[in-house]
């Protein structure tokens, strides 16, 4: 074997390539985490952009409960108010007649097979 002189431009020029890749891996890893972390600040301004539109929605719906028109929408469906000048109708049966009765079908239960029963019977709770 040949015997390999040590010198210093040798070691100095090993040392400086060994560094060079520590810094290249170094460099990778802080891409990685700066990829990482701006699509984490995307997923947040996401979230906080669904926030605020929730915010504007429901202070819109605020203000709309608290109009005169909503409140009278919900008099005339809800509340059952008239206003002055309408009619109310109440409707009536006619006299004599009785309610119509509606007779509900009894469902009939349709029987289990033998198998169905020991299956239920050996491994249902």
């Known amino acids: 074997m040949f015997p390999i002189p040590i010198s210093f431009r040798r070691v100095a020029a090993f040392a400086g ?31 906080a952009t669904q926030a605020m539109q929730t915010q504007i929605a429901l202070q819109t719906q605020v203000a709309y409960a608290g109009s005169t028109e909503a409140v009278e929408e919900w008099a005339r469906t809800e509340g059952h108010y008239i206003q002055e000048g309408d009619q109310p109708v109440i409707p009536i049966g006619l006299p004599g007649s009785e309610p119509a009765i509606v007779n509900t079908p009894i469902p009939t ?7 169905e029963i020991w299956w239920t019977l050996l491994f249902d709770k």
């Open 17 to 47: 390539v060994f560094l060079l890749i520590l810094l290249v891996i170094e460099f990778n890893n802080r891409l990685e985490e700066l990829n990482h972390l701006n699509e984490q600040r995307e997923e947040v301004r996401v979230m």
């Open 109 to 115: 239960p349709t029987p289990m097979q033998n198998w």
